[in-house]
């Protein structure tokens, strides 16, 4: 179930940071370097998700150990990209601050129920 919630917040959160990354271009004085930089990790950043959703719920449901470790693995790499639009982006905004923030407690979160879930599908 919170790997259906994950996906879900994470399309809204793709274009929620889509639409700040126009609005800060717009309104504020953004290199263009650099916002090809977050546009391109954000797309990074969404082909990574759907492939972490994907071996989450295959793992999940046929309570196999690898499909879910490549997820928890994917699971990291999400998170440190989070944390990159939490702190390291180019301008960072509020509304930049609290969608980052939820997506990097998601990602926790899923990250600690899938190493239980490896435990228990191992033993």
């Known amino acids: 179930?919170?790997?259906y919630l994950s996906g879900t917040y994470y399309a809204l959160y793709f274009l929620a940071t889509l639409l700040l990354a126009v609005?800060?271009?717009q309104v504020?004085?953004?290199p263009h370097s650099y916002l090809v930089l977050d546009l391109t990790l954000l797309f990074l950043m969404g082909i990574l998700e759907a492939i972490r959703l994907y071996f989450g719920t295959k793992g999940n449901l046929m309570?196999?150990?690898v499909p879910l470790a490549a997820s928890l693995v994917l699971t990291v790499g999400g998170a440190l990209?989070?944390?990159y639009f939490l702190l390291?982006?180019?301008l960072v905004l509020w509304a930049d601050s609290a969608l980052s923030a939820m997506l990097f407690a998601l990602h926790g979160l899923?990250?600690?129920l899938q190493a239980v879930a490896i435990a228990a599908f191992d033993s």
């Open 1 to 3: 179930m919170l790997l």
């Open 23 to 25: 609005y800060k271009s």
């Open 28 to 30: 504020f004085t953004y």
């Open 63 to 65: 309570e196999a150990d």
């Open 81 to 83: 990209l989070s944390i």
């Open 88 to 90: 390291w982006q180019t």
């Open 110 to 112: 899923e990250a600690v």
